[in-house]
């Protein structure tokens, strides 16, 4: 007898930063969110089983465009989504219709005054990995693997540092890949640095795009960012030898490490190889203790894994 064995079910999680200066230059957001909503329900179609959610990283505040935030339900009755158009498959018409109404309500919103550069990415993160979270709590039998999805189109704020990284930590606990596409500004040559850490310490794959290369965004979503973790292991993804990294010193000091050359799940800076504790994320100068190989940190004591490998950086 023919036993049918299904793929557990997967989750994507999507985060859009919407700041507004980027896309009055020379991003259109009606392409991206087009280009966005033909991934996602690229990602549906694979299997009824699959979901998907959208968060909008503003200035000021990050919230869910689809589905609507379980606690603004709680304050607010949200309004029924009607389908727009009945001929389009019903899950496709429903998160297209509910993204594109809720984040012209969330622009309209925004005030040009004393607006700051970056977008609240680290709040978007922990809302994003709680409803994840919560998601797989519900569904105890066969809970849905996960993976987040961010189109970065803005400056990072050195502030939110600490707060992303702890995000990543958390995500990489649950094996959850971070994938990045990075939209460069005129000039811009490395991408975001916080990013690409978020992408190396999860496995996840960080593509740099340049403004020319923007009409070939719909090929690289669905080539490099249509497929799950259990899929991935059976591809095979351009790599790039190095990647740039900020690490901190026992002073507390910040430095960027430019084009560090990425070993296993080591980094390595000059002639020597270095192992960054996921929990202190420190490069201590002076003393050699992150040049050795060592089960557990000897800060913290915190066990490394062995089992992270470099990340997919394009």
Same mark, same amino acid.
């Given at each position: 007898?023919?036993?049918?064995?299904?793929?557990?079910?997967?989750?994507?999680?999507?985060?859009?930063?919407?700041?507004?200066?980027?896309?009055?230059?020379?991003? =259109?957001?009606?392409?991206?969110?087009?280009?966005?909503?033909?991934?996602? #329900?690229?990602?549906?179609? $694979?299997?009824?089983?699959? &979901?998907? =959610?959208?968060?909008? !990283?503003?200035?000021?505040?990050?919230?869910?465009?689809?589905?609507?935030?379980? !606690?603004?339900?709680?304050?607010? /009755?949200?309004?029924?989504?009607?389908?727009? +158009?009945?001929?389009?498959?019903?899950?496709?018409?429903?998160?297209?219709?509910?993204?594109? @109404?809720?984040?012209?309500?969330? $622009?309209?919103?925004?005030?040009?005054?004393?607006?700051? #550069?970056?977008?609240?990415?680290?709040?978007?993160? =922990?809302?994003?990995?709680?409803?994840?979270?919560?998601?797989?709590? #519900?569904?105890? $039998? /066969?809970?849905?693997? !996960?993976?987040? $999805?961010?189109?970065?189109? =803005? #400056? !990072?704020?050195?502030?939110?540092?600490?707060?992303?990284?702890? &995000?990543?930590?958390?995500?990489?606990?649950?094996?959850?890949?971070?994938?990045?596409? @990075?939209?460069?500004?005129? %000039?811009?040559?490395?991408? /975001?640095?916080?990013?690409?850490?978020?992408?190396?310490?999860?496995? %996840?794959?960080?593509?740099?795009?340049?403004?020319?290369?923007? &009409?070939?965004?719909?090929?690289?979503?669905?080539?490099?960012?249509?497929?799950?973790?259990?899929?991935? @292991?059976?591809?095979?993804?351009?790599?790039?030898?190095?990647?740039?990294?900020?690490?901190?010193?026992?002073?507390?000091?910040?430095?960027?490490?430019? +084009?560090?050359?990425?070993?296993? %799940?080591?980094?390595?800076?000059?002639?020597?190889?270095?192992?960054?504790?996921?929990?202190?994320?420190?490069?201590?100068?002076?003393?050699?203790?992150?040049?050795? @190989?060592?089960?557990?940190?000897?800060?913290?004591?915190?066990?490394?894994?062995?089992?992270?490998?470099?990340?997919?950086?394009?």
């Amino acid at each position: 007898m023919l036993t049918v064995i299904e793929d557990p079910p997967s989750h994507l999680l999507v985060i859009l930063e919407t700041h507004p200066a980027p896309y009055a230059t020379n991003i =259109s957001l009606p392409v991206l969110l087009s280009n966005l909503l033909l991934l996602i #329900n690229a990602h549906l179609s $694979l299997s009824h089983q699959n &979901s998907a =959610s959208c968060i909008a !990283a503003t200035p000021h505040i990050s919230k869910f465009l689809y589905p609507i935030s379980p !606690a603004e339900s709680v304050v607010h /009755s949200p309004e029924p989504v009607e389908p727009e +158009n009945s001929s389009m498959y019903r899950a496709f018409d429903q998160v297209k219709t509910a993204v594109h @109404r809720n984040l012209l309500h969330l $622009l309209s919103q925004q005030s040009p005054k004393n607006m700051p #550069n970056g977008t609240q990415l680290a709040g978007a993160l =922990s809302l994003g990995l709680t409803y994840i979270n919560r998601l797989q709590i #519900n569904s105890p $039998l /066969s809970p849905p693997t !996960a993976r987040i $999805l961010i189109i970065s189109t =803005s #400056n !990072a704020s050195k502030g939110q540092y600490i707060p992303i990284m702890n &995000s990543v930590f958390a995500a990489q606990k649950q094996k959850i890949a971070i994938d990045v596409v @990075r939209i460069a500004e005129q %000039g811009e040559e490395s991408g /975001s640095t916080f990013l690409q850490q978020a992408s190396f310490t999860t496995n %996840g794959v960080y593509t740099l795009f340049k403004p020319d290369m923007m &009409s070939q965004l719909p090929q690289y979503l669905l080539q490099l960012y249509a497929t799950d973790q259990s899929t991935r @292991r059976h591809l095979v993804f351009p790599k790039r030898l190095f990647i740039h990294i900020l690490v901190l010193t026992a002073e507390g000091k910040s430095i960027f490490a430019r +084009n560090v050359s990425v070993i296993g %799940g080591f980094v390595k800076l000059g002639m020597c190889v270095v192992y960054v504790c996921q929990v202190y994320t420190l490069l201590r100068r002076t003393n050699p203790v992150f040049c050795q @190989r060592y089960e557990r940190c000897s800060t913290c004591g915190t066990k490394f894994d062995k089992s992270i490998d470099g990340a997919t950086v394009i």
